[in-house]
């Protein structure tokens, strides 16, 4: 089946007899496409079994932000990273990562960065592939947490949080006994309208003193003086910083308070930091530090510890990757007898007749 390769003779040898055969992944007779999507860019990846990336493609998202031109641009870029897979390899699916809230089943609520609101877009994109391919959505932060844990910083951590700023929210995932947790609707993990001030600014979701209307990259990019507000900008000017600035102080005192509560609620292991957080992280280290030091309860606070991203800009992404392999590896006979093979193709005709959520007819 190419789930594994099997390489003679060169385990580990035994005291007497011949070495074991050692047993890899099949990097490259089975993979599986995997993207994120925000509000100003598209990374997508080909991932191997064992998490290697194979390829990679980045743009930015299209400016209209409609979904048709998001799945346009999003099919286009898994042509090009399967070009050159040849047509005996395994493909066997698709899975997105979006910033937004997404039902267990998929549906994106909302998400804000984005203008969308109420859209199957798994489907959006289904009709533009071809049918053995499957498509799958998730929430950025459930996958970023899921990436972490399998391929990253928390590996071995049975009970982990990811909390990862990019565009302008504030995401969360959440590793409970080794497994995601997503909640009764799967919506668990915004934390980033928690109200940590309340004297302070109207969130974009209508509530005042959300978490990230403190520490979301518009504020950290306000507090730099930058123009611009994407990730990249952001975290581009905050690589260079070696001292904080005081435009940046209470925005790490606000990310040390966030962090307490979260330790405090869910008693986690590890808290990881992703996205715009894992720049910001280090330039505000003492004063979030003090604020999380203050706020913390003493026992929760003792199995904490806070730790930045491995996986880095590809969290999202190689999670995504992780979550369609989870049917690889509950029926791996049926999966990859049905899985797509060799490069991506569009599909002939799309079958839609109109955009079923632009951003002029979504309410946020």
Known sequence: LGVVTIVPGSGPRAKAGRPSPRVIPGTHQIQTLAAEIGADHIRTLA?????????????????????TAVAD????????????????????GLGIGVAGVVA??????????????????????????PRDLSVEVGN????????????????????????????????????????????????AGEFGHMTINP????????????????????????A???????????????????????GLRTAGRFLGLGLASIVNSLNTEIVVLGGTLRDLYPVVRSEADAAFKQSVLPAPGGDARLALSQLGADAASVGAAEMVFEALFRDPV??????????????TSTGHARDPASPSSVSC
């Open 104 to 129: 267990l089943d998929g549906h994106i609520e909302m998400a804000s960065s984005l203008g969308w609101a109420d859209l199957d877009f798994a489907e959006l994109v289904q009709r533009r592939l």
């Open 334 to 347: 049926a999966v990859t007898s049905a899985a797509h093979r060799g490069p991506l193709r569009r599909a």
């Open 47 to 67: 991932v191997g079994l064992g998490g290697r990336i194979v390829s990679r493609a980045a743009r930015s998202t299209p400016r209209s932000h409609t979904p």
């Open 199 to 222: 004297g302070g600014l109207r969130c974009r979701c209508g509530n005042v003193g959300c978490w990230e209307t403190e520490i979301g990259t518009a504020r950290i990019a306000e």
């Open 224 to 246: 730099l003086g930058l123009e611009a507000s994407d990730t990249d900008t952001v975290a581009a000017e905050l690589a260079q910083l070696s001292l904080c600035p005081d």
């Open 73 to 92: 641009a999003l099919v286009e870029m898994c042509e090009s990273v399967t070009a050159d897979v040849n047509d005996d390899v395994a493909v066997l």
């Open 140 to 187: 950025d932060a459930d996958l970023g947490a899921l990436a972490e844990h399998i391929r990253g910083v928390g590996v071995g951590v049975d009970h982990l949080v990811y909390v990862g700023v990019d565009d302008p929210g504030v995401g969360g995932g959440i590793i409970v006994d080794r497994r995601v947790f997503r909640g009764a609707g799967g919506y």
